[in-house]
């Protein structure tokens, strides 16, 4: 989908050039999938063997190579002049025509998600040529949202928030977790979800499994249930967590809940312009750490969220780099009682001049719900 005018993809461009440049590579070679969509709006319906590629680099207009039978979807705007079209046709060589389009002696970062198939052939077309991880070498490409990508994500998290009001108001016990992650499911996409990339649903013991999904299990009266779904909202991410209980909470299950309340808000405070990734991770587990359940919050404490639901940037521990207005991520601490229960809160987050903005506003309460 297209978001952006002609210059705001210009731009994003010619940034990600000087990124590039500054990091000792010829350019980018980008492949379907958010990072051509961050760059031209284009999103191929299927993506397949057939290559389809855009070339960024210093000193070179923007070349995109597309099967000839796409042209016409990949065909730029109106006034999009500044990117230059090539084809090819089945029955002719994909890779030598790419090839014309490259430096042979060019170091290029490449899509996390380019299909091997492609970057051997382009290996041996082009020798020359040496590819690296385009996450891994320019981890921050699509870190820094702008204004209109922040109001995306806004909408996005106040449809999630509408559909947790919902579902609080749906009967838990007695029903399968996967059940209530078809009820979840339907909500989100009911307050405009296009896509729905998870619902997790972890009841009670399950809940302290912070990968558990959702299964056949019953959920029963006395359950924390761990409710975290997203999803994606004209073109951007949802992400949020809140536990639910079945009835009254034990004086345990508040407790944890209070610290791991206690550590989302603490880690929110932090969020500032220049705060590092890593240290935004460490006060939300120094919470935890002195309430004694340190050995219990077992991952990171968040991760970047935009065109997909998780990308950099990551707060985890060695994550040096410093936060810089309009970065979005999670902020998700969590405790995990090996077979007993677990709490998690998430909201997204978004870096503002002066401090955090949450994205996503309901109620972090430990909510009752029959
Ligand atoms: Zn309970
Ligand atoms: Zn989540
Ligand atoms: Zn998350």
Redesign the pocket.
Same mark, same amino acid.
């Given at each position: 989908m297209r978001t952006q005018t002609t210059e705001g993809y210009t731009h994003r461009m010619e940034r990600a050039v000087a990124q590039a440049v500054d990091a000792g590579l010829t350019g980018l070679l980008v492949t379907p999938g958010p990072d051509l969509v961050y760059f031209t709006g284009h999103h191929p319906t299927a993506i397949t063997e057939r290559i389809t590629l855009l070339a960024l680099q210093a000193g070179r207009e923007p070349a995109m190579i597309v099967p000839i039978l796409e042209r016409p979807d990949a065909e730029p705007a109106p006034g999009v002049a500044a990117l230059s079209l090539a084809d090819w046709a089945d029955g002719t060589d994909p890779y030598t025509a790419t090839a014309k389009l490259l430096d042979p002696a060019g170091r290029y970062a490449i899509s996390d998600s380019a299909w091997a198939l492609h970057v051997l052939a382009l290996q041996e077309a082009l020798p020359g040529t040496r590819y690296v991880s385009m996450t891994s070498t320019l981890p921050m490409l699509r870190a820094v949202k702008d204004a209109d990508e922040v109001e995306r994500l806004a909408a996005a998290g106040a449809a999630a928030d509408a559909a947790f009001e919902d579902i609080l108001g749906v009967r838990f016990a007695g029903r399968r977790e996967r059940d209530i992650g078809a009820d979840l499911a339907r909500l989100l996409r009911e307050h405009g979800h296009s896509q729905v990339d998870?619902t997790?649903v972890g009841s009670g013991p399950n809940g302290a499994n912070p990968h558990h999904e959702m299964g056949d299990r019953v959920v029963e009266d006395g359950d924390m249930v761990i409710l *975290?779904?997203?999803g994606i909202k004209d073109g951007y991410g949802s *992400? %949020? %967590?809140r536990p639910v209980h079945v009835g009254e909470p034990t004086e345990e299950e508040r407790r944890v809940h209070e610290i791991v309340r206690a550590a989302q808000q603490a880690a929110f405070e932090a969020v500032r312009p220049g705060i590092t990734c890593q240290d935004v991770d460490r006060v939300a587990r120094r919470v935890i750490t002195e309430a004694g359940y340190g050995d219990y919050f077992i991952h990171r404490t968040g991760h970047g969220i935009g065109l997909t639901t998780h990308e950099p940037p990551y707060l985890v521990e060695g994550e040096t780099r410093p936060l810089v207005p309009g970065m979005c991520f999670?902020i /998700?601490p969590g405790v995990y009682l090996p077979g007993r229960f677990g709490v998690r809160i /998430?909201d997204i987050v978004t870096v503002t001049e002066d401090g955090g903005r949450r994205l996503n506003n309901t109620s972090r309460d430990l909510h009752i719900v029959s």
């Open positions: 998870f997790v *975290d779904f997203g *992400d %949020t %967590t999670s /998700e /998430e």
